[in-house]
């Protein structure tokens, strides 16, 4: 190639790549793996992974607790729908407030967007490689713990029917643990994409998630037992509405809404109209690789 | 040695609530006054409705997430900055530095937290009722030994937000109301008490007695000040590893 490159006054002598471009697929992947990977600080110091490490450490707590209660002859402590509700809540909203703005903050800050859009990336790819990173981030710290939790009581259990039983009471709670993964992901990125400062950013998902829930609870003790006033009061908090539509697809447990009763669908569309918002919201904030 | 600094001062305001971050602080004080001006109108079924949505969404979240935001902000940004090197290299003492970043941070947070909890309570208990007045006095408490704490855990560590999460979601979340013994180290049960020795509800249901609460609370602002002092004092910078 530098040979009939002579007499080109620009044409350093650099040597070219010639090896196969792996392209926009190969690029969304490697990104999706970066960030997870990030998400638990793993390629980072020791401080990065504080957060995510003591979060994933509490939220396995309950689970390991329960094997030693079972192995001293009781019965599952914690059912896998809910698991232990008030700590997945509280364990989630601090992980997605920290690591959010991890993820997408960050490259606001450091102004490296449009050094990504500079290779063949489209608009919506960007998002979508965060999203799927976060998600799967999330879905490690609710479904480990009730693996945990699985293993922790079939390892007690005897016979094949017992574990069938616990096998089959699984299976929904993994589900349940997929839908609070992607809504919890797309609502916390979709907040900590609007600001590069991390300590704003992290502050407003945790006010909005946190804030929420407490005035959920609030609404739905005040409201009397049994009042639809109740039974809608969980509509305002994203956590609460995950809990709401469990118990509309028949999830028994008693959680922290109150029996939703006729008004699951409710929460169902609501949910939906949160993962939608999340979703659009982020998808417009990348239409333009703004740098801040 | 002077301890409050007016160029200091007003450099951390106007960084501290500058543009739209004062938005973020606005928002959650228009909910609990509007939610509690709501509720006055519908008339809940539970009479002890000014007490849950004061004490336990005012008292309990607003006023702890307020202060962490706004108290690890005020010297944590110029940290994550740099800009704090600046700040260290004039002639203003350490400690005149960390006073007033805690005066201006407890401020912010008496303005964005404990003066609507007042707001919020007068609509909510219609007038200058004792819960009211009780909840503001606590608020305004809490607000000095939140602060102090907060601007302690921002010198001490670059995470200081992420750390302080946890304390306010898991230690005064969870723990100061399901474990006795966590309630005597609990910012929140201090200035529960103080509030409580006013309003008189027992729906409030306050941890600790009101002289451990001031005697504690007086004893952790000053030791979270003075660890905050000697910290910056010895305070070298370093790159974010993270």
Redesign the interface.
């Known amino acids: 190639m530098s040979a009939d490159a002579t007499g080109v006054i620009h044409d350093l002598g650099y040597q070219r790549y010639d090896g196969d471009r792996l392209g926009r697929a190969q690029i969304v992947r490697t990104l999706t793996v970066y960030s997870l990977r990030a998400a638990f600080g793993l390629g980072r110091g020791a401080k990065a992974k504080i957060v995510p490490v003591s979060a994933f450490a509490l939220m396995c707590a309950p689970a390991i607790i329960n094997a030693f209660i079972v192995a001293r002859g009781g019965t599952r402590a914690f059912p896998y729908d809910t698991y232990s509700a008030p700590v997945r809540m509280i364990i989630m909203i601090i992980f997605v407030a920290v690591q959010a703005p991890e993820l997408v903050s960050r490259d606001l800050r450091s102004r490296v967007l449009p050094l990504y859009f500079a290779r063949p990336l489209r608009r919506g790819d960007y998002p979508v490689a965060k999203f799927t990173a976060l998600a799967t981030a999330c879905l490690i710290m609710v479904e480990v713990p009730l693996l945990v939790l699985y293993a922790g009581t079939i390892a007690s259990s005897h016979g094949g029917g017992a574990v069938w039983a616990q096998t089959r009471a699984l299976l929904p709670g993994l589900a349940i643990g997929l839908m609070w993964s992607v809504t919890l992901a797309v609502i916390g990125l979709a907040i900590a994409s609007f600001s590069g400062r991390r300590a704003y950013t992290t502050g407003a998902v945790a006010i909005y998630f946190f804030l929420s829930l407490a005035l959920a609870e609030v609404l739905i003790g005040v409201a009397g037992d049994g009042t639809a006033g109740a039974r809608l009061g969980g509509l305002v908090s994203p956590l609460t509405v995950l809990d709401g539509v469990r118990q509309w697809l028949g999830g028994t447990s008693p959680g922290p809404v109150p029996a939703v009763g006729s008004y699951g669908a409710a929460y169902g569309v609501m949910l939906l109209a949160l993962v939608g918002a999340g979703a659009a919201a982020l998808a417009a904030r990348y239409r333009k690789a703004g740098l801040a | 040695m002077p301890v409050y600094n007016r160029t200091v001062a007003a450099i951390t305001l106007r960084a501290a609530l500058g543009r739209k971050?004062a938005l973020?602080f606005a928002?959650?004080p228009l909910?609990l006054i509007g939610?509690s001006a709501l509720?006055r109108l519908?008339h809940?079924?539970?009479p002890?409705?000014p007490a849950?949505?004061l004490g336990?969404?005012g008292f309990?979240?607003?006023l702890p997430?307020t202060a962490?935001?706004i108290g690890?902000?005020v010297l944590?940004?110029e940290i994550?900055d740099g800009t704090i090197v600046q700040l260290l290299a004039t002639p203003v003492p350490r400690r005149t530095i960390i006073l007033t970043k805690f005066v201006i941070a407890t401020a912010a947070t008496m303005v964005f937290a404990a003066v609507p909890e007042l707001v919020a309570g007068l609509i909510a208990t219609g007038g200058a009722t004792r819960l009211a007045v009780g909840l503001f006095v606590g608020a305004l408490a809490g607000a000095v030994i939140y602060n102090a704490l907060f601007v302690c855990l921002s010198v001490a560590t670059?995470?200081a937000?992420?750390?302080g999460?946890?304390y306010v979601?898991?230690w005064e979340?969870?723990l100061a109301n399901f474990v006795g013994g966590a309630r005597i180290l609990s910012a929140g049960h201090y200035a529960l008490a103080l509030a409580n020795a006013v309003a008189r509800d027992p729906a409030l249901k306050p941890g600790v007695n009101l002289t451990t609460s001031v005697v504690m609370g007086a004893i952790v602002t000053v030791l979270a000040l003075a660890v905050a002092v000697r910290k910056l004092a010895s305070f070298s910078l370093r790159g974010?590893?993270?």
């Open positions: 971050r973020l928002v959650p909910i939610v509720l519908s809940p079924a539970d002890a409705w849950r949505i336990d969404f309990s979240v607003v997430l962490l935001i690890t902000s944590g940004a994550e670059t995470r937000l992420a750390l999460l946890f979601l898991l979340g969870v974010d590893a993270a």
